[in-house]
Each structure stands twice: as C-alpha cells, then as structure tokens.
C-alpha cells in the first residue's frame, strides 16, 4: 500500500509539470518524507536528497533555457534577462485559465520580457520580434526538459523500490 501510494503522488508530481507547477518538488518532497517517515524504508533518504538537488538544478536550467534562446535568436543580453525576469513574472502572475494559467503567463511572460527589453535597443519591431520568439522557444525547451528529468526521476525511484524489494 505504501508503495502504491508514493508511486501515486511521483504520477500526480510528474503531471504537474507540463502546467508549469512544482511536480519536481513534490516528487523529491514525496520522496524525502517516504524515506523519513516510514518505518519500513522502501527508498532512501539519500535518493529523496538526490531528487531534491536535480530538482534545483532543473528549475536553474529552466530559468536559463529562455534567456539562452533569446541570444541564441540574435538578441542582447538584455534580452536574455527580460526572457527569465519574464518568465518568472508571467508564471506568477499567470492567466486566469484553470489549470494551466501559469504556464501560459510563463509562456506569454518570456516572449513579452524579450521584446520589450530588445525594442528598448532596437527600434525595428521584426527583429525584436525575432529574439521574443527564440525566447518562447525556449521556454518550451525548459518545459519538455522538466517534463524529460521528472520521468527519469520516476523511473529512479520505481528502480530504486524494485531493487530493495527484490
């Protein structure tokens, strides 16, 4: 039953991320409290720190990913900046959709943050426009790269219960 039940809240982590929430943290959270609250020890305390630290280090490369791709697409490093201080804001304060409101205000955020900060270089509109969408691009990238890192966490913990169980 333990087992089920950690496995139950790694799925309901893992599909937390494509609407932008913290599924990573609540994966290494479940993790850590399995590891520390259950007399039976199925997984690790170790593993639960392990998650917790690729959790951070995903959430640096997603913040990064925007930024890089804005350069990437001809923009400045002002440009850079305005992706990731956008996204950020965007994921915040979100839209108001169910559901997925903050990754699309994540979405929409890196793109606005992006052109604004490159047509305040620039006054032609068709180049900012170019770097605002190499900045969604990534976005996206640092969207699938979380989605990618909490399946691959999935399957550590799952591999990690089989072999002490075994």
Not at 11 to 28: K, S, Y
Not at 47 to 65: D, F, Q, R, S
Not at 93 to 117: E, M
Request: hydrophobic share 65%; charged share 10%; net charge positive.
């Amino acid at each position: 039953m333990q087992i089920a039940l950690l496995i139950l809240v790694l799925l309901a982590g893992l599909i937390m991320l494509p609407f932008g929430l913290p599924g990573l943290w609540v994966m290494g959270g479940a993790v850590l409290l399995d590891a520390a609250v259950v007399p039976s020890h199925v997984v690790s305390l170790w593993l639960g720190i392990g998650l917790v630290v690729v959790a951070g280090l995903a959430e640096l490369v997603e913040l990064a990913l925007a930024g890089r791709f804005a350069r990437r697409y001809g923009g400045s490093r002002r440009a850079g900046w305005g992706a990731m201080i956008g996204s950020l804001v965007g994921a915040f304060v979100g839209i108001p959709v169910p559901l997925i409101g903050s990754l699309i205000g994540a979405f929409v955020g890196a793109f606005a943050g992006a052109f604004v900060a490159e047509i305040s270089q620039r006054t032609q509109f068709a180049p900012a426009a170019r770097v605002a969408t190499g900045a969604l691009l990534g976005r996206i990238a640092a969207t699938a790269m979380k989605i990618g890192v909490g399946c691959a966490a999935l399957a550590w913990v799952v591999l990690s219960i089989v072999l002490r169980t075994s």
